[in-house]
């Protein structure tokens, strides 16, 4: 079976532009949460969708926004990038809320460079 | 929100048993408790899950007092590959928030 894909693999970008980055679940997972890993640090909660709404979000500011689709796929975008914003997102996906099953499963990440 | 800790390191042996302790505190009723293994440049592993009590599946056990403030991941007979950085999660399936710990990275030594 496919786990959980993300789309790139390494991005580089340069400071004040925008990013976008993307993410396949495991087919029958409704549920998408999205990461920010810094390098020697665990990572940290951005966002959660289900059923296309979101349902939870971190302490991120609004540069950060994302969405579901249809089919459960989802988008990450952060706009006006910061050097701060370097990092390895991770997107997780779970079969959602109503299942009775919680565990998340990850992919492996975007590498994201800002200069 | 809970706030958890864990050991920064640890160093075993082979086939030696480990067992991490992570701490939340201030759980939440409706929080789960999950444990991740983490190799460099990956994302974070599935190892088990659970809400009380002990849960056991083929790769380790979970163990969780009933204040539910601690919980214990213990892996049996660690080989080299189990060389990794471990982290516990806390959150509910509602996705309010979901808090890792820090990590400990553990070193299983030949």
């Known amino acids: 079976d496919a786990g959980v894909t993300q789309s790139p693999t390494h991005l580089i970008k340069t400071r004040g532009q925008h990013v976008t980055l993307r993410c396949s679940p495991i087919s029958g997972h409704k549920s998408v949460s999205w990461y920010q890993q810094v390098l020697g640090q665990g990572p940290q909660f951005i966002f959660q969708?289900?059923?296309?709404?979101?349902?939870g979000r971190g302490n991120f500011p609004d540069r950060f926004s994302a969405r579901q689709f249809p089919n459960y796929s989802s988008e990450l975008n952060v706009n006006a990038l910061l050097l701060g914003d370097s990092a390895l997102y991770l997107c997780?996906?779970?079969?959602?809320?109503?299942?009775?099953?919680?565990?998340?499963?990850f992919g492996p990440g975007t590498r994201l460079t800002v200069t | 929100l809970a706030k958890t800790t864990q050991p920064i390191s640890m160093d075993s042996y082979e086939g030696q048993e480990v067992n991490i302790t992570c701490s939340h505190n201030?759980?939440?009723?409706?929080?789960?408790i999950t444990w991740y293994q983490q190799f460099p440049s990956q994302g974070p592993r599935f190892i088990i899950q659970?809400?009380?009590t002990k849960v056991t599946n083929e790769v380790a056990s979970l163990f969780i007092p009933a204040d539910r403030k601690s919980s214990t991941l213990s892996l049996p007979r660690v080989s080299l590959s189990d060389t990794a950085v471990y982290y516990c999660?806390?959150?509910?399936?509602?996705?309010?928030?979901?808090?890792f710990g820090p990590g400990t990275r553990l070193s299983v030594l030949p």
């Open positions: 201030n759980i939440a009723t409706n929080d789960y």
């Open positions: 999660l806390v959150g509910d399936n509602y996705g309010q928030n979901f808090v």
């Open positions: 997780a996906s779970s079969f959602g809320q109503t299942s009775g099953r919680y565990e998340q499963y």
């Open positions: 969708y289900y059923e296309k709404e979101e349902r």
């Open positions: 659970g809400y009380k």
